[in-house]
């Protein structure tokens, strides 16, 4: 028997058959952006994007590491955080300090729009 429409079918198995089944349930997914990384919001204007990765500065130095980008990344929903934040930072650090500043933070912005599927406006 198939569904009702507008239901989405879960995944599980069966541990006595050891076999697949299927339940159908009417809750819906979270949305998320494309490419695995959650958004709280459609779109974020440029300041709220730099507020947003401000948070993450954790040593208060101005500048952003891999690991303080991929803590953003992660708490954002990302998945592969790890991975995305290596190739956003060596994407988006032009001068090869390992460390986004203030002026590669627009360098960031077109990564995460083109890479990452996140939505930052520039007005």
Known sequence: MLPAPG???KGGID???CTPTRTASKKSTPAMAIR???SSREDMTLEEFKE??????ADGDGRISRNELREALRRRGGWFTTWRSGRALRHADKN?????????IENLVAFAQKDLGMKVSTW
Not at 52 to 57: C, R
Not at 96 to 104: C, I, M, Q, R, Y
């Open 7 to 9: 239901t989405t079918i």
């Open 15 to 17: 541990r006595s058959t």
């Open 36 to 38: 695995g990384v959650a």
């Open 52 to 57: 947003w990765l401000k948070q993450f500065d």
């Open 96 to 104: 090869n300090s390992g460390f986004l500043d203030d002026s590669e």
